[in-house]
């Protein structure tokens, strides 16, 4: 197969996770539009059109709480844990903490504006990634940096002191087997 075969296939990566990320920021952008008409529906003097529009949209965000957090938490945020104080009766009251994530649904505005929050964040991020596909220089600095990109892409830890030794002495050998190769390759020419 010679090069000009090949330009289809190599344009097809980016194309890929373009459509990809792409994916991911109109699903968040789709959740946090139901969220909307679900947080418009619960006020009571409301016609009875937009409740019933509200709870098909809290259906549709209970249906898919598990894909909005697997989404949220791909692009590295965390889960933010937020606290509120549960009445348990005869006076008293317990604290208590919840993940935003986990509760899109509850009518508590610390835990609706917090997770909203991480939502607007991950659909940020995943637009920006989308995008990046698309630059020729993102792809040029993945090509350099490639061992580092692919012990990312593995999800090792790169804080410890040890592996940042280890990715970089791989990066450098690789830096250097690159080298030889282009010049083996242009001497062929």
């Known amino acids: ?23 991911h920021y109109w699903y968040l952008r ?30 549709w965000i209970q ?47 610390d835990i609706l504006k917090s997770a909203r929050q991480l939502i607007e964040r991950a659909e940020g991020y995943y637009k920006t990634q989308a995008f990046l596909s698309l630059s020729p220089l993102f792809w040029i600095e993945m ?6 990109e692919m012990f990312k892409l593995a999800g090792f830890n790169s804080s410890a002191k040890s592996f940042q030794i280890l990715e970089k002495t791989i990066q450098i050998f690789y830096w250097v087997i690159s080298i030889i190769y282009t010049i083996k390759l242009l001497n062929r020419i």
């Open 1 to 23: 197969m010679s090069i000009s075969n090949k330009w289809p296939f190599l344009l097809a990566i980016p194309l890929l996770r373009f459509l990809v990320n792409f994916n």
């Open 30 to 59: 789709t959740v946090l539009k139901r969220h909307d008409i679900f947080i418009d529906g619960i006020v009571e003097d409301k016609p009875e059109k937009v409740k019933n529009s509200s709870r098909k949209a809290r259906n």
């Open 63 to 109: 249906e898919n709480q598990i894909e909005i957090k697997k989404r949220v938490l791909n692009t590295g945020l965390n889960d933010q844990m937020e606290s509120y104080m549960e009445p348990l009766g005869l006076g008293f009251a317990q604290k208590q903490q919840v993940g935003a994530l986990d509760n899109l649904l509850l009518l508590n505005t």
């Open 143 to 148: 090509i350099v940096f490639l061992p580092r």
